[in-house]
C-alpha cells in the first residue's frame, strides 16, 4: 500500500507509484489501479477544489484524470518526472480543457505525454531519485515571496497579470520572482549536494 | 537549427503550471517543439510544481466516484486526436495542428502595408490573447517599436536583426513589454514569425501600433 497523504518520503512513494503504473501498462492490472486511485484521487481532488470547483465537478474531473492514468500508463516516462507529476499534469491540463471550446486542440493532447519509452535504466532511475531530493531542497530554501507566487501559479492556477493584481505588485516583480524561484531549482539540480 | 535567443524562465515557469494565454501557449509550445534546452528547463519547472502539489491535503473521494471509476476501466479508450498531416519538419507541432496541414505558402495572408502580410491563427472563446502569422519582406525596417503588451515572437523562417541580435529560425524573443526595437529583416529572404500578443483592448491594436509610421493611420 501507498501512503495516503502527505507521504513522509516522496521519494519511496514515487518509486512505489511508479511500479504500480508499469503494471497497469503492462498487465491491465486493476488493483494496482485501484491502489493508485486511492494514493492519488484525493490530493487531484484538493487541487480541483482550490480551483474553486464544485465537490460534483471535482469528482467528475477526479474521474476523467484517473481514467486518463488508466489509458495513458504506457506513456508514462519516469525519466520525465514522478508519477505524481505526471497525473497533476493530466488533472491541470483536463480542467483547463473543460473552460476551452473545440477550436482549438486540447492542452491535454500538447504536453501531458509522450511517444511511450522503453523502461529506465537503473541509472537513470538513480538519476530521478537524486532529482527529486534536489527539487524538494530547492522548493525548502525559495523565500516566502517568491513561495507564494509558485504556489498561486500551481496550485490556484492564476496567470502572471492575475497574480500582480491579487498582490497588488507589478507584472515585472512577479516575473522577477518567478525567474528567483526557478534560478533556485536550477542552482539545486546542477550542484548536487 | 541554431537557436541562440531561448524563452524567459518566468515564461517557462508558467508554462510548467499551465497558466499561459493558450497564444502563448501555442509559441512556447513550438519553440520547446525545436529547443531541446528549454524542453528540459521546463520538464525542470514542472517538478517544482509535482513538489508542491504533493504537499497538498488529501480530499476524501466518495465511495461512488471510485467505484464509477473502477466500473469504466472495461470500456475506457484512449482517444487520441488525428495527427495533422506533417510539414516534414518545416513547422513545428503545435503550430502544424491549426494550420491543418497546410504549408505557409498556401495560406491566404491579408498584405497590411508594403512588405507585411499577416495570417490570423484561430483560438477559443476563453483565449483573451492573439495568435498570428507576421511575413516580412526581404530588407524590410520596421519602425521603432515598443509592445504596449505581454508579447512572444518566435520566427519560423528567414532573420531580422535588432539592438538584442540576430534572430532567426528557432529563436524566440520573449521581451519585457518595456522594451523598444526596431527589426530589420535580412535581403536574402522573407522574415516569417509566429507572434503571440495579449488581447487588442489592453493592446491598443497592435497592427495599427506597428503600423502607424507605416501607413499613416
Redesign the interface.
Known sequence: MLP????AD?KTEDLAAQRLVQRVARN?D?EA??EL??AF???V???I??KGASPDL??DL??ET??NV???AGYYDPA???V??WI??IA??LR?DR?????????S???DFDPPSEAPAGEEILARKD??RS??R??SKIPPEQMEI??L???E?????EIARRLNLP??T???R??L???H??KN?EQPA | MNIEHHL???T???Y???????AF??VV?SHLDWCPACAE?A????????????????????DE??S???G??DT???H??PKAPSSGGELPE?LE??LKGKSLAELSWKRKAPGLALYDL??????SGKLFLMRIAPGTAMPEHGHGG?EITLILSGAYNDRFGRYARGDVADL???IEHQPIVEKDSACICLVATEAPTRFKSWPARLLQPLIGI
Open positions: 495516503k497523504d502527505n507521504p516522496p491491465l486493476r489501479f485501484a486511485f486511492d484521487a484525493p490530493r481532488k484538493t487541487f477544489i482550490r471535482a469528482e477526479v474521474q484517473m481514467i488508466w489509458t495513458k520525465k518526472g514522478s505524481l507529476t497533476f499534469t491541470r491540463n483547463i473552460i476551452r471550446r473545440e477550436s482549438s486542440r486540447p492542452v493532447e500538447l504536453g532529482e527529486a527539487v524538494a530547492a522548493l509558485l504556489t501559479s500551481f496550485i492556477d492564476l496567470p502572471q497579470a507584472l515585472g512577479v516575473k522577477s518567478m525567474r524561484a526557478y534560478g531549482l536550477r539540480l | 524567459d524562465a518566468a517557462l515557469v508558467a510548467a503550471a499551465g497558466t499561459l494565454d493558450e501557449n501555442v509550445a528547463e520538464r525542470r519547472a514542472a517538478l517544482l510544481g509535482g513538489e508542491l502539489i504533493g504537499k497538498l491535503a488529501a480530499t476524501p473521494v466518495s466516484c471510485r464509477r471509476t473502477l469504466m476501466l475506457a479508450t484512449l487520441r486526436f503545435a495542428y491549426l484561430p483560438l477559443s472563446e476563453a483565449s505581454e519585457d513589454e518595456s
